[in-house]
């Protein structure tokens, strides 16, 4: 069974940072690459940052480049989100997200998390 679990969400001002981490098991990490999404409240789920399964590509929604990094550890089966300078927009749950192929930015998951709710406001 495939589980991805994330944390790290939480209350923050503005401008302030967090480190989303999503912890993967029952699937062979280093095979899929992992994506970030995140869906506001009464809009739609959108794509943030992706990472190739070596490492090798990175790809951000414009909305967040210069502010948040991704990363990955596959010897630990997990991916990171490091986000900067948050802004209220920011606000959303925060889903990771695993699939086979690297598809950037529009990928339909092959499996996803509960995610994280990550509320930025003064």
């Known amino acids: 069974q495939v589980q991805l679990v994330e944390s790290g969400g939480g209350l923050v001002q503005p401008g302030a940072s967090l480190r989303l981490s999503c912890v993967a098991s029952g699937l062979t990490f280093s095979t899929y690459n992992m994506y970030w999404f995140r869906q506001a409240p009464g809009k739609e789920r959108e794509f943030v940052a992706a990472i190739s399964l070596n490492n090798m590509s990175t790809y951000y929604r414009d909305a967040v480049k210069g502010r948040f990094t991704i990363s990955r550890n596959n010897a630990a089966n997990t991916v990171n989100l490091q986000m900067n300078s948050l802004k209220p927009e920011d606000t959303a749950v925060y889903f990771c997200?695993?699939?086979?192929?690297?598809?950037?930015?529009?990928?339909?998951?092959?499996?996803w998390g509960q995610g994280t709710q990550v509320t930025v406001s003064s």
């Open positions: 997200a695993a699939h086979r192929r690297f598809v950037v930015p529009k990928v339909d998951p092959d499996y």
